[in-house]
Every structure is written in C-alpha cells, then in structure tokens.
C-alpha cells in the first residue's frame, strides 16, 4: 500500500519508518567476474574507450547522446576529463574482465539521497561491450551498490523514447517503463521525447536473483551461448 488516510481523513502517502537518507555514491571499484567498474580515469581509460568506440565506423552509437561523435582521440579525451571532474554525473569506466581494457562508460546522476533516488545515465558500450556477459555484469553491479550498499529507494533510467535499444535494455534489466515526457528536451537541434523507468527497493530482491541466476556461469554452454534469456528466468 502506497497510502494511508491520515486524521482528516485524507488520503496520504505512506509513512515511512525508519527512513535514513541513502548514501552519496562512492568511487570505489565494483568488482565481476566479467569486467570491473572503475571511476573514470582518462589518462588510463580514454584510448582504450576510443578505439573501442572506433570499431562501430558508423558512428551509431552517438545518434542518441547529447554528444559526439569526436573526430580524434584528443576531442574525445578533452570531453572524458571534463566528465570525469563531475561528481554528478559521475562517471565510470567499464573494464573487460579479460583484457583489462575500458570498453564503455555509464554514469550515476540526478542525486537525491533525501528522497533515495538516483538515476544510471550517460550509457555509451562500445561493440565490443554490447551484448556480452560483462555488459549485463556492469548494469547489476552498479544496482547492487545502489540498493544493497548505498541504500536507495528508486533507481532510474532515462532515454530518447525512439531509442528502441536502450528501450530494450531496460525492460530486460528489470526496470519498469512508467510514461513518456513528451518534448523534455532539445538534442543536437532535434525534438526528444524522454522514456521514465525505474526499478524500486521493493522489486529489487526479485531482480537480483534473476540477473545473478542469467550471470551465473552454468548458463552458458561451452561455446558461450546463452542456455536460458535473462527475460525467461523471471519468477513473475
């Protein structure tokens, strides 16, 4: 129940006991089995982001993003340190767990923990990370820290509503689309309608177990594959 009538006889919203504010989001590295997320450094992560980026030549990945593409390694280190000087947004680079490497970035933002919520942004996986283990890892990481650690009430993810990947990748993750905010904003002199969706602490054990059950290594087969989705592993 999400509300309570209080003396008047008024609908309220429900007492919380025992709230604390949550934490303010910690630079320490989030450790996987298949990849490590690490604040962002760009004097140790930049190149390799770059060349990463570089193996999608055409540019796709920047088409939903209020920036970028850049045209050489110099611009796009430029941007990363100005990014990494920000606390909110704060950036993080997400390192292959074999190589070592930074093959994409996401960012934790629009902190309130007076109110709990926080909001995983910023999401640029270069080809190299997308639809991989370690990019499935990197989003479950950052949500553990987020409920388990930090102790937040609602964790969300925005994006352009034409964005049918990032659209997907939510609803896959576990978040729940909740409408769109029509004209939200003006990008690279282009209309956005923004997508809401969001994951709270009450839904929060049941998606855990879900994506622990997807990552574990006995659901994948000896070439790799998949043996069961993560959408089909879900109990509801």
């Avoid at 770059?50 to 941007?79: H, I, K, R, V």
């Avoid at 990363?80 to 950036?91: G, I, K, R, V």
């Avoid at 996986?125 to 990481?141: D, G, H, I, K, V």
């Avoid at 956005?192 to 990552?215: G, N, V, Y």
């Amino acid at each position: 129940m999400n509300s309570e009538t209080n003396d008047l006889g008024q609908l309220v919203g429900r007492e919380i006991r025992g709230w604390a504010p949550a934490q303010l989001p910690s630079s320490d590295p989030m450790l996987g089995r298949y990849c490590t997320v690490e604040r962002l450094v760009p004097e140790r992560h930049a190149g390799h982001l770059y060349e990463a980026n570089a193996t999608d030549p055409s540019d796709a990945n920047w088409t939903y993003l209020t920036y970028g593409p850049f045209p050489s390694l110099n611009t796009y280190t430029a941007w990363a340190t100005e990014m990494a000087s920000s606390e909110d947004p704060m950036f993080f680079a997400v390192l292959d767990g074999s190589t070592g490497q930074a093959t994409g970035v996401a960012s934790l933002l629009r902190v309130s923990t007076e109110d709990g919520t926080i909001e995983v942004g910023h999401i640029n996986f270069s080809p190299l990370l997308q639809r991989t283990r370690a990019s499935t890892e990197a989003m479950y990481l950052m949500m553990t820290r987020v409920f388990d650690d930090w102790g937040y009430r609602r964790y969300e993810w925005k994006c352009n509503s034409l964005n049918a990947p990032s659209m997907a990748a939510a609803r896959r993750l576990g978040f729940t689309y909740e409408g769109t905010h029509r004209q939200a904003k003006v990008s690279k002199g282009r209309n956005r309608d923004t997508a809401w969706f969001s994951i709270i602490d009450a839904e929060w054990a049941t998606i855990k177990q879900r994506l622990q059950a997807w990552l574990d290594p006995s659901n994948f087969d000896e070439s790799g594959l998949q043996r069961s989705a993560l959408a089909r592993t879900a109990s509801d």
